[in-house]
């Protein structure tokens, strides 16, 4: 029974120093911050774009607007609009205007911990981003992506996106959440970049790891350079009508879901948005 007991308290020091380790590892300078207590985005550290290159056969328009990026009690709301008919600058027709944010020329880095507070809404063709990209061509400089939504609350994905391994990627993991606490509730989304390696954490529990010797067996390793916050709502488009199958009455987007953007009930919340340079973890003692 003794040496029952002995080994129970051996197991749990392990296990502790573990986590201890894990936690000191995680300790840093904050170098970014921003938990939206203005009246309006700081664009002190935000840039808003508008819509002119198109990707993924996406169905929105991005615009500045405050009807589609506003702060209410502290949060940051990304809200997509019904908007049929909707012309871009350049000419482009849209039946959808939503948003996206970017850091880009404002706060950059290279290595450390980013992650961000999100609620979701739920609604198949809903394609909410959370994600780090490359000051540079793509996908040559590099995408993280942290947390990406399709409108399926019971999951989130996060993936890597570089040269010989950019679209289809082969780095992409699906986390599902437990029951009564899905992707419309709040959740942590992270991930630790470090110059050989990003481990994904959701609610400060790992659920993915990319290395770059499983990289390299596709191609340049694009994670060793400086690179920038991206958050975005996008609607349908390829990822999306890839799960959901859906083409009418929109590509990736069903009625259902085309019914709840009309009723101004599909958002992104975020309660705030960090960065940690992290310091270098010490070795065991």
């Avoid at 749990?12 to 939206?36: E, M, P, R």
């Avoid at 470090?194 to 067996?217: I, L, N, Q, S």
């Avoid at 199958?245 to 953007?261: M, N, R, S």
């Amino acid at each position: 029974m003794q040496s029952l007991f002995k080994c129970i308290v051996f197991v749990f020091c392990i296990l502790h120093s573990g986590i201890a380790q894990t936690q000191k590892a995680q300790k840093g300078k904050v170098i970014f911050f921003d938990n939206f207590n203005t009246k309006h985005l700081d664009t002190a550290k935000w840039n808003i774009e508008i819509t002119g290159f198109h990707v993924n056969n996406e169905l929105q328009a991005y615009v500045d607007s405050f009807k589609t990026l506003y702060i209410e009690k502290n949060k940051l709301i990304l809200q997509p609009l019904y908007a049929p008919g909707f012309v871009t600058k350049d000419g482009q027709h849209f039946d959808f205007i939503s948003a996206r944010i970017n850091t880009r020329n404002k706060f950059e880095f290279e290595y450390g911990r980013a992650e961000a507070r999100i609620k979701l809404t739920n609604g198949a063709g809903l394609w909410p981003a959370w994600w780090i990209l490359g000051n540079g061509p793509w996908p040559a400089t590099g995408e993280i992506d942290i947390m990406e939504n399709i409108g399926d609350a019971a999951w989130a994905s996060a993936a890597v996106h570089g040269p010989g391994y950019s679209g289809e990627t082969p780095f992409v993991e699906r986390y599902h959440f437990p029951k009564n606490n899905d992707a419309s509730q709040w959740h942590v989304y992270a991930v630790n970049w470090t110059p050989d390696a990003m481990v994904f954490e959701y609610d400060g529990k790992p659920m993915y790891r990319v290395t770059k010797a499983m990289t390299d067996k596709y191609g340049q390793w694009a994670f060793s350079n400086k690179k920038f916050l991206i958050l975005n709502f996008a609607l349908g488009g390829n990822y999306p009508a890839g799960v959901n199958g859906a083409k009418e009455p929109y590509f990736g987007l069903p009625e259902k879901t085309l019914q709840q953007i009309k009723q101004n009930k599909a958002k992104m919340v975020v309660d705030w948005v960090k960065v940690t340079q992290l310091d270098a973890p010490k070795p065991s003692e």
